[in-house]
């Protein structure tokens, strides 16, 4: 691998991303208006650059497919930003929701991962 691929891959010799579960208020005049549950997956440029290359491998994968369809490029750095799963929050159950589909995306990217490292021939001993 070269210096750049190995830089984006974000990690020490593999591909590093994370998942993260936002919790947005909307204030409208002097009260809440609204609530919601956003899932977010930072991908790393490499990662989500195979993926994509290899989109065909993934057609049946929703979640995957969900990240490469919601992901864009972050301009203040390098990568990838997408939220493939977004909810208002209207009772009790939606975050039980949120979590569960964190959960998956999380599943996702660990499967995208793999795939990356597969493509590049990355061994890790853990």
């Not at 977010?40 to 491998?57: H, R, S």
């Not at 939220?83 to 009790?92: A, G, L």
Request: aromatic share 10%; charged share 35%.
């Amino acid at each position: 691998m070269t210096k750049k691929q190995i830089d984006e891959l974000w990690g020490d010799g593999g591909p590093y991303s994370q998942v993260n579960l936002i919790f947005e208020n909307r204030i409208l005049d002097d009260k809440e208006a609204r609530k919601y549950y956003y899932v977010q997956a930072e991908i790393n440029p490499l990662t989500f650059e195979t993926v994509k290359d290899g989109l065909d491998d993934f057609r049946d994968d929703e979640w995957v497919m969900a990240i490469c369809e919601t992901g864009e490029e972050r301009e203040d750095e390098n990568g990838y930003n997408a939220y493939p799963f977004r909810m208002q929050n209207t009772d009790k159950n939606d975050l039980r929701e949120a979590e569960k589909s964190l959960e998956e995306i999380k599943k996702a990217v660990i499967r995208m991962h793999k795939y990356t490292m597969e493509v590049l021939g990355i061994v890790r001993d853990i």
